[in-house]
């Protein structure tokens, strides 16, 4: 995956920054297990908009900063296989497989699918997916709860405990104009409660009313019709991979993430039409946009990257071999696993497949 570790940013503009890699993390990135995890909530507290909103960031930069834009494409141009969402995986002697990048939301355009997955899915035998556990919502509930650590603080702490007063004002009022008291989260790590106040309002509005997002719907679908599923991850090793992060970073991030408003709705207006388009690649110069261009020294971005994409693409790309070995199957992960050096696309090509854009 490329690298978003450079140029490097102080801590409040780190902290911005990893709020923004949240957003993309709930929708691009690591599904399953942050949605299981936030369903009770937005239930009791969605808004009762469901039409998303939002402004194009791109279209705002054409007008107000052509220069930067273009740096921010020169940059996603630099990113191999930065284009594209549908993929088609082959090799002798098997019959071909496929491989699209997701996004983990209820929008019914990303749940069309681009021109030819619905047909390569309807045909094939086996549907992987990160983790299968998100077929059953209380087998994952279980399963997450065997781990408390991951998700919860323990030695009755809470976030409080890790708040100055000031902080602890803002992450109250951030939480309560989102219809959340805070003493119904504050057992949670920083980093779960920034994923659910991550999603905009209309996403917590349709995921409360049972719409599935578009990993859930496949595996679903692939159930009833009698397909072979299969899951590249846990749960657990999500979460884990979530948790490994330094608490500190993960709190700036939740203040961050409240503090971002009505760009959290601008943002996911951007990164849809972007993963819609297929360009895959723009989406995380898109992000870095947002936030502020501080220089300081720090390696925090080159450890979310490393945990968080590329240990995860390895780790998939290893499970996914053997079953894309005997082919026909129809392959679905978060779209930023597809792209760059370390990504899906490049990993399968060096177990000997061949994998051409097909859309």
């Not at 390569?120 to 998100?134: C, K, L, R």
């Not at 805070?182 to 106040?197: D, G, Q, R």
């Amino acid at each position: 995956m490329y690298s978003i570790a450079k140029p490097a940013r102080n801590l409040a503009a780190r902290a911005a920054d990893m709020a923004l890699w949240l957003i993309a993390l709930i929708h691009l990135l690591l599904a399953a297990s942050l949605i299981a995890m936030v369903a009770s909530i937005s239930q009791a507290h969605a808004a009762t908009e469901a039409i998303c909103g939002g402004t194009n960031i791109i279209t705002g930069l054409e007008k107000t900063d052509p220069a930067k834009l273009a740096r921010l494409k020169a940059e996603a141009d630099a990113i191999p296989n930065g284009k594209g969402i549908f993929w088609k995986i082959e090799k002798d002697g098997i019959a071909p497989s496929w491989l699209l990048g997701t996004m983990h939301v209820t929008d019914p355009r990303v749940l069309a699918m681009p021109t030819g997955a619905a047909d390569a899915f309807a045909t094939a035998s086996t549907v992987i997916i990160e983790s299968d556990e998100i077929i059953d919502e209380k087998k994952s509930a279980a399963a997450i709860l065997m781990r408390p650590d991951l998700t919860m603080f323990a030695d009755n702490k809470t976030i409080n405990d890790f708040l100055n007063p000031e902080d602890r004002e803002r992450l109250e009022r951030g939480l309560k104009e989102r219809g959340i008291p805070l003493t119904l989260v504050a057992k949670m790590k920083p980093w779960m409660i920034a994923s659910f106040v991550a999603l905009p309002a209309c996403e917590m509005t349709r995921k409360a009313a049972g719409a599935s997002f578009l990993d859930k719907k496949l595996a679903e679908d692939a159930v009833s019709h009698g397909k072979t599923l299969k899951g590249l991850e846990t749960l657990i090793e999500q979460l884990a991979a979530m948790d490994s992060l330094p608490t500190e970073l993960h709190l700036r991030a939740l203040i961050e993430t409240l503090a971002l408003g009505k760009t959290i709705d601008d943002v996911l207006a951007t990164t849809t039409d972007l993963y819609l388009s297929g360009d895959t690649g723009m989406i995380m110069p898109m992000m870095k946009a947002v936030s502020e261009d501080v220089a300081s020294e720090d390696a925090s971005y080159a450890d979310f990257e490393q945990r968080i994409i590329i240990d995860r693409n390895k780790t998939m790309a290893t499970r996914a071999e053997p079953i894309l070995g005997n082919g026909n199957a129809f392959m679905a992960v978060g779209a930023l696993h597809l792209a760059g050096d370390e990504g899906l696309v490049e990993l399968l090509k060096r177990q000997g497949f061949s994998v051409t854009r097909a859309n």
